[in-house]
C-alpha cells in the first residue's frame, strides 16, 4: 500500500521545451551583445558569464525536468530514487497566494531541516522549506498538495 502511487506532478512537454527555449535564447542574446557590440572589458566579462550561465540553466532545467514527483502514503519522491520529504515529517503545507512558493506549486514545511537541494522547474529544498512546483500544470499541484493535507489530516 505504501508503494502505491497517490499523485503525480510532471513537467507538461510544452512548458518544458518553452522554458528551456526561452533561457537557451537569453544566453545567446546575452553572448551575441558581448560579442557583437563589445562594452568595457569588464562588461564583457559580465556578459559571457550571464550568458553561460544561463545556458548552464537551461540544462539543468532540461535534466530536472525528464524526472516527476510521486506522492506515496508513506513519502513524497522523485522518479530519480530522492526522497523529498517523509510525509510523517512535514509540519505544514501553505497554498496561498502570497507565500514564497514556485509557480503552480505549493510549500512544505519540515519539522527538521534537511540539505541544500534545487531540481528547476520541479522542486527545492532550503532548510526546513520545500517549494514544489514550477513549469508544472497547476492542476497537478492542486492535486498534490490536497493530497498531502489528506494524509496529514489522517496521521494527525
Not at 3 to 9: M, P, Q
Not at 109 to 128: A, D, E, F, S, Y
Request: with cysteine; hydrophobic share 50%; proline share 5%.
Amino acid at each position: 500500500m505504501s508503494d502505491e502511487v497517490l499523485a503525480v506532478i510532471e513537467a507538461s512537454a510544452p512548458r518544458r521545451w518553452f522554458a528551456i527555449a526561452i533561457l537557451c535564447a537569453l544566453g545567446v542574446l546575452v553572448f551575441y551583445v558581448a560579442l557583437a557590440t563589445p562594452p568595457a572589458p569588464g562588461w564583457q566579462l559580465f556578459l559571457i558569464g550571464a550568458g553561460g550561465l544561463s545556458i548552464w540553466l537551461a540544462l539543468r532545467l532540461y535534466r530536472a525536468t525528464e524526472h516527476r514527483i510521486e506522492l506515496t502514503a508513506t513519502q513524497l519522491r522523485s522518479s530519480a530514487g530522492v526522497v523529498i520529504a517523509e510525509i510523517s515529517e512535514i509540519e505544514a503545507l501553505d497554498r496561498g497566494a502570497f507565500a514564497f512558493k514556485p509557480s503552480n506549486g505549493f510549500l512544505i514545511r519540515m519539522k527538521n531541516p534537511g540539505g541544500r537541494t534545487w531540481q528547476p522547474g520541479l522542486w527545492w529544498r532550503l532548510g526546513r522549506r520545500i517549494g514544489i512546483g514550477g513549469v508544472t500544470p497547476g492542476s497537478q499541484g492542486k492535486f498534490m498538495a490536497e493530497a498531502i493535507a489528506t494524509l496529514m489530516a489522517e496521521r494527525d
